[in-house]
T-cell receptor, first 119, second 109 residues
């Protein structure tokens, strides 16, 4: 019963370095999301995916890229890390029943988060 | 713009009842979620409301008034383990979740 697994859990980067955050889910969910959570602010959607091979931009996509090559995995990349990207990153997934509106009302299941510091 | 407002912090006593309010202004409405988040952990789903009224789940209840853009989460018989942040989120017309900043609930013995 792993659910949603994120790796790594912690990472410290220097400005300009690149890295990839991995999210894996074993619930056969269609939808996957990447959020960032900063103090005093709500979760903000970076990118999301409605199925294998498809991705879309969320509220704060700049500086990030994503890929969904396999249904169970959703990767978040930082090409050139900046101090403003210091945050806690959460991956989430949700179920789609027969597609369409009903799928969107299913609760999202979250991973434990990745705490990323950019120096 | 879209906006979700919740109190930043609330304090309550073990065994008591607390009500956490959430008001929203969003482009469209397709339901409202409440999540619980313990410090350093992931958010976990508590409740979903799409129609007006009260939904009860054990010690937790959630209320929605769409005409007022208002919801509350009611926690009864508070326990120390209920100390956490409570996040309100609205599904907008694009079926994107818009999140409030969360309410940190402190339970005192």
């Amino acid at each position: 019963n792993a659910g949603v697994t994120q790796t790594p859990k912690f990472r410290v980067l220097k400005t300009g370095q690149s890295m990839t955050l991995l999210c894996a889910q074993d619930m056969n969910h269609e939808y996957m999301y990447w959020y960032r959570q900063d103090p005093g602010m709500g979760l903000r959607l970076i990118h999301y995916s409605v199925g294998e091979g498809t991705t879309a931009k969320g509220e704060v996509p700049d500086g990030y890229n994503v890929s969904r090559l396999k249904k169970q995995n959703f990767l978040l990349g930082l090409e050139s890390a900046a101090p403003s990207q210091t945050s806690v990153y959460f991956c989430a997934s949700s179920y789609v029943s027969n597609g369409g509106e009903e799928g969107y009302t299913q609760p999202q299941h979250f991973g434990d988060g990745t705490r990323l510091s950019i120096l | 713009g879209q906006n979700i407002d919740q109190p930043t912090e609330m304090t309550a006593t073990e065994g008591a009842i607390v009500q956490i309010n959430c008001t929203y202004q969003t482009s469209g409405f397709n339901g409202l979620f409440w999540y619980q988040q313990h410090a350093g952990e992931a958010p976990t789903f508590l409740s979903y409301n799409v129609l007006d009224g009260l939904e009860e789940k054990g010690r937790f209840s959630s209320f929605l008034s769409r005409s007022k853009g208002y919801s509350y989460l009611l926690l009864k018989e508070l326990q120390m383990k209920d100390s956490a942040s409570y996040l309100c989120a609205v599904l907008d017309s694009n079926y994107q979740l818009i999140w409030g900043a969360g309410t940190k609930l402190i339970i005192k013995p």
